[in-house]
């Protein structure tokens, strides 16, 4: 997975001149961007990740739900005219076990833009054991399912991932 960050435009996330992500006066250099990076690593890299953790709020790293699906679904058609072989892989909030992780994800599955990813990641654990987050812990195999299968009955056909994790052992 090839993440790519360039941290000299945060600044230009945050500002409120802009309403929506990515601000149009980036937006076009931003699919440049890709478009360089996807042709340079065609072959090499087998999956591009679609922003790393784009529910944290009150972050330049933030990027509003319906934002964030409509770049995926101008990222991944020019991704996949490069490489059609890249897996593009959406979502990659925070740690699942938040509510509002859960809640921007339901958002993504509860969308078409699941038919523009070839998989959908999660960070699933993040400090979790059972003695920590019990509930969720116990019953994260309920809510992952709930999950896929609400991106499933929108199309989606892709695989699931969980990347990011850890465990508390004490």
């Not at 990076?37 to 009150?58: A, L, R, S």
């Amino acid at each position: 997975v090839l993440e790519l960050i360039d941290e000299c435009e945060w600044e230009l996330l945050t500002d409120e001149l802009f309403k929506h992500w990515p601000p149009l006066r980036i937006a076009q250099s931003l699919f440049e961007f890709i478009e360089q990076v996807v042709t340079h690593f065609k072959g090499v890299v087998d999956c591009y990740e679609i922003w790393n953790e784009p529910n944290i709020g009150n972050s330049p790293q933030y990027v509003d739900p319906d934002d964030y699906i409509e770049f995926v679904k101008k990222a991944y058609p020019l991704i996949k005219r490069i490489d059609p072989d890249a897996i593009v892989s959406i979502g990659h909030t925070t740690s699942y076990y938040e509510e509002y992780s859960q809640h921007y994800i339901d958002r993504l599955v509860s969308s078409d833009v699941v038919q523009y990813a070839d998989r959908i990641t999660l960070h699933s654990f993040f400090w979790i054991s059972p003695t920590y987050y019990p509930e969720y812990y116990y019953g994260y195999s309920d809510i992952v399912t709930a999950m896929m299968d609400k991106a499933r009955s929108n199309g989606f056909q892709g695989d699931f991932w969980g990347s990011e994790g850890n465990y508390m052992p004490m």
